[in-house]
């Protein structure tokens, strides 16, 4: 073969097959920076058609992300989804690709995935106030005020400006617990004379003081806790606040049948969760179903006669 032969050969030749991996992704990553999104996508795509087991997944995984973001910013949104997805099953500690992927299942239409994409989220980095705000509209769109007022305040206490207003809005309210406390005031003093009463009219209040005065020891009966379905409600949500998975709160929630402390959830509603996720649902999906004020898993127990 003449040299003259051989260096048409070699000029003829792909560029995808003259550089490497690590090439192509550092060539992509600068050109990304050059706001050269086109060249960009393409050096992603040669990357990954060069990649071999021996590049590394991770590095595989970054450069999917990478591309998804592109796509995402393009308006390629299927695409997106698609890169983000291959990403995420390496690369499972991404908040950032979670609340992004979680965004576009959300607009999508696809709630329940997105729900359960911000909770992922959250779980990863506990003080991500976006993710939180993102999960409080999708259960809005869903009609679950309380869920989303919850997510509202947390997200507007992690900075995030835009959701305050939503957190007040969504504020819950306090039913008259003020009037309570005025009216039961005035029971706790001394009753007073009659007011057209003389002044040789013999006064109620001092023996009665006298007689309060020392009281007689009392031994005060206090009863066993009365399992309330709220305390089960709150001691989930702030199980799945600190950044614990709703499975793994659940899972470690006792029944109150068996273990009647504050923050236990009725037997019921356990096993309705556990069918629930044998039957296909995410964790997500199946304790946003399941665990709700009105759920009919929450009926308390009866009283025994005695």
Not at 149 to 168: H, I, S
Not at 204 to 223: G, I, L, M, S
């Amino acid at each position: 073969m003449s040299q003259h032969l051989l260096l048409a050969l070699l000029l003829l030749a792909p560029p995808s097959r003259a550089e490497s991996f690590k090439s192509w992704a550092a060539r992509a990553s600068r050109e990304e920076r050059e706001k050269d999104d086109k060249a960009a996508f393409q050096s992603y795509s040669n990357a990954l058609s060069t990649w071999k087991p021996t590049d590394g997944k991770p590095a595989r995984a970054k450069i999917l992300c990478a591309r998804g973001a592109l796509r995402d910013r393009g308006g390629d949104e299927a695409g997106a989804l698609e890169d983000y997805g291959e990403c995420l099953a390496v690369e499972k500690k991404n908040a950032k690709i979670f609340d992004r992927r979680g965004q576009l299942r959300l607009k999508s239409g696809k709630t329940a995935l997105a729900i359960d994409d911000f909770y992922k989220a959250t779980a990863v980095d506990i003080g991500f106030g976006w993710a939180y705000a993102h999960r409080a509209q999708a259960y809005e769109l869903q009609g679950d005020r309380e869920f989303a007022g919850e997510d509202y305040r947390r997200a507007c206490g992690l900075g995030v400006k835009a959701a305050c207003p939503k957190a007040q809005e969504l504020a819950p309210a306090r039913k008259g617990r003020k009037k309570k406390g005025a009216a039961a005031a005035p029971a706790e003093g001394p009753a007073a004379p009659p007011a057209d009463a003389g002044p040789d009219a013999p006064s109620e209040a001092a023996p009665a003081a006298e007689a309060a005065a020392p009281p007689a020891p009392r031994k005060r009966y206090v009863p066993a806790y009365n399992p309330r379905f709220s305390d089960c409600l709150h001691a989930l949500q702030a199980c799945g606040d600190s950044g614990a998975a709703f499975g793994d709160c659940v899972g470690k929630t006792p029944a109150c049948e068996q273990k009647a402390v504050k923050g236990c959830c009725p037997g019921e509603c356990l096993q309705a969760y556990r069918k629930a996720l044998n039957s296909g649902a995410s964790e997500a999906e199946a304790y946003r179903d399941i665990f709700i004020p009105e759920a009919s898993c929450a009926a308390p127990p009866k009283p025994d006669d005695d």
